[in-house]
């Protein structure tokens, strides 16, 4: 069991104690729930109630945090104590997972292919002629690297993850299980007899550095050139991104959207849960996109949209507030339609 004092965690996330420093922590919790032993964090006012009656050992709050009655749990005050749980969490998660080193067998591995120190293989792996593995890296059980594929250092794969030929993945990437990576793109030509022919797919993928892809998603090659997703994109589970896409740095995308090929995100980009995003258009920097919104045109910087098709939020909740009014209008227009 890993444990340490609440003063370690409080010099660890730059904090101030409050209480008994010598507390001892083995486990993180929620405010509402924590046992004993557990360290929770309290930022939105809407949970100060539970820190009176939390059996949580410590808790993380914002400096100025001035209680209202009297507290048991031992208090570490922070800047942000959301922030300072996700540390803490990463923190944990670093020493409990990611541990692993040598190779679980059996598991395979071409003779062409070259591998840094420290690499972890699980069973039924299977890497690929002339692939590059950097140091650090983690390939868990049943994952499939194709041939010529780069993974650089420290990026985690994980079980049941496949990389199609020729993708090319930077560090500190984790890519969680089930997702594709490098499948063909949707690319079909009709015929005069109705029938499609497939154009052949023969770009690939280019991942950057600190990428985080959910699990089941899947992102096709380019037809030509890259399918790019920049440094510090965030894709959750059941995404699909088709060829050509380019996705720039620190865009956050949400399950189950959709990006049609050969358009490109901007920097800083947030895709809320079941958008679609036609093709060939642009995305600009610090755009926001609502839940279900689907985007048919290019999008200028700093928006905020919504709707199907989307547009400007501000005129989407005008537009919505009448919407929701219209049967009780229609009902109005009948009744004076009956009397005149």
């Known amino acids: 069991m890993i444990e340490f004092s609440a003063d370690y965690i409080a010099q660890l996330l730059d904090g ?16 509402d729930d924590a046992e ?86 699980g069973a039924f792996s299977y890497v690929g002629a002339n692939c590059q593995i950097g140091k650090g890296v983690k390939i868990y ?27 090319i993945i930077g560090s500190h990437c984790v890519i969680h299980a089930g ?13 005069s007899d109705g029938s499609y022919k497939t154009i052949p797919q023969l770009g690939n993928v280019v991942i950057g550095h600190h990428v985080s892809i959910g699990a089941n998603t899947t992102i096709d090659c380019a037809t030509l050139g890259s ?33 049609y090929g050969s358009n490109k995100e901007g920097k800083n980009c947030v895709l809320a849960g079941q958008v679609g995003i036609v093709g060939h258009i642009s995305v600009g920097d610090k755009v926001t996109i609502g839940a279900q919104a689907g985007v048919g045109k290019s999008i200028a910087s700093n928006e905020i949209l919504l709707g199907s098709p989307a547009f400007d939020i501000r005129k989407y909740k005008r537009a919505y507030a009448a919407f929701k009014n219209l049967p009780d209008l229609v009902r109005r227009i009948n009744e004076l339609e009956k009397k005149y």
């Open 36 to 121: 004993p032993g557990a360290i929770a964090f309290l930022s939105n006012p809407k949970y100060e109630p539970a820190i009176y009656s939390t059996s949580a050992s410590a808790v993380l709050v914002e400096k100025d945090f001035q209680p209202r009655q009297s507290i048991r749990t031992t208090l570490i005050r922070v800047d942000d104590p959301y922030s300072g749980f996700t540390a803490l969490l990463e923190e944990y998660h670093k020493l409990t997972n990611h541990n692993k080193a040598g190779v679980e067998e059996p598991a395979f591995i071409h003779e062409s292919a070259t591998t840094g120190e420290n690499l972890y293989r």
């Open 16 to 31: 101030e104690v409050q209480g008994d420093g010598a507390t001892k922590i083995s486990k993180l919790g929620k405010i």
């Open 227 to 259: 399918t790019l997703i920049k440094d510090g994109v965030k894709l959750d589970n059941l995404i699909q991104i088709a060829h050509n896409a380019e996705n720039v740095e620190k865009t956050e995308i949400a399950a189950q959207t959709g990006i």
């Open 179 to 191: 997702a594709v990576i490098g499948s063909d793109g949707f690319g079909f030509a009709p015929q």
């Open 141 to 167: 059980p049943q994952a499939y690297i194709g041939d010529g594929v780069t993974i650089s250092d420290y990026t985690v794969i994980h079980s049941g993850v496949k990389i199609y030929a020729g993708t």
